[in-house]
């Protein structure tokens, strides 16, 4: 096994067995933002090498394939939940986990595999559309009034999606040449940091196991389930429109996932009446293991299986 999963494992068990092992939360903080750049750099820095007419399609396809998500997956939660809280589940699971892209992107590494130097992009672009169309589910037939602008400042402006494409604006703008005198920073140091940051990931989800046992048997099936088929659907979407097996994998891995960060926040503010104990115990405490463990080297079959290969 990767040893940056082997991190994740051990801040489960410490979880689990009440350990006093705690990250500082500056530090957490620090990890997150670290990752988040790295992963942006590292794209744009590849991306001032590509021609627009080579990025613009797939870009678009993993918008639209972020946008479809939620709507293949709300009637199914919409038959055993409330309309708040199915849609918001869909709303995380349409919206991506960076921090699942850089361990499958690590995965890939040690198995020699290239993927697209653009793949850090279409995570970016992968943040919000989702996100977007689960307000828009949750809303529909309802009185209340969206508030656009507090949530676009959100989305767009949060964190996680303006670290990446702040990464990849810098990547794309110093080229790699330019990017040499951090290259040891944010290329050599980029898995140790990983793996201190799922230990972290870890912890929060074994605390999350006293929500998934509220949740019931429905939604623990679902946090299985729903990444098994959405992978599938990726790696049909990337072997459509041409990526190699890497990038196959990945795009899988991307619509496997679920947002544990970006989407919390922009659901809290636009439906509050949401329980977000179901949606953030279903993302982190079943999805996101699950594809640690199981899912990445399955999405990875699923690109060779697809591809012939």
């Known amino acids: 096994m990767d040893p940056v999963v082997l991190f994740f494992l051990l801040g489960l068990v410490a979880r ?44 678009l396809a993993a918008i639209a394939l972020g946008a479809a998500i939620p709507l293949l997956l709300f009637p199914l939660l919409r038959a055993r939940l409330p309309r708040p809280d199915a849609a918001s589940i869909a709303a995380h699971f349409g919206s991506v986990s960076v921090v699942t892209f850089a361990v499958a992107s690590s995965f890939l590494a040690a198995q ?25 589910l949750a809303r529909a037939g309802g009185a209340q009034r969206i508030a656009w602008g507090p949530l676009a400042r959100e989305v767009l402006f949060g964190k996680s999606v303006l670290l990446l ?9 110093v080229g790699p040449e330019g990017s ?7 290329t050599d140091l980029f898995k140790g940091v990983l793996a201190l940051f799922l ?19 429905f939604l623990l099936a679902f946090g299985v389930g729903a990444p098994l088929l959405l992978g599938l659907l990726g790696a049909l979407v990337g072997q459509a ?6 990038g196959t994998t990945l795009l899988a891995t991307l619509a496997a996932s679920a947002s544990y960060i970006a989407a919390p926040t922009a659901m809290r503010i636009a ?30 079959q699923y690109a060779r299986w697809i591809g012939g290969s």
């Open 199 to 217: 230990l972290e990931m870890g912890l929060v989800a074994g605390g999350r196991i006293g929500d998934l046992k509220r949740a019931g048997p």
């Open 271 to 300: 439906v509050p009446e949401a329980n977000p104990a179901l949606s953030i115990g279903v993302a982190l405490g079943i999805t996101f293991p699950f594809n640690i463990f199981v899912g990445v080297p399955l999405y990875l």
């Open 112 to 136: 020699s595999i290239d993927a697209e130097s653009y793949m850090p992009l279409l995570v970016a672009l992968m943040e919000a559309p989702g996100i977007v169309v689960g307000i828009v």
């Open 165 to 173: 494409l702040g990464g990849l604006a810098i990547g794309a703008l």
């Open 241 to 246: 429109i041409g990526l190699s097996l890497g």
């Open 16 to 59: 689990i067995a009440k350990s006093d092992l705690r990250l500082p939360e500056a530090m957490y903080e620090a990890l997150a933002i670290y990752l988040l750049l790295a992963i942006g750099l590292k794209g744009g820095v590849q991306l001032a090498q590509q021609p627009l007419a080579t990025v613009l399609p797939q870009a």
């Open 180 to 186: 040499k005198p951090i290259a040891p920073l944010f």
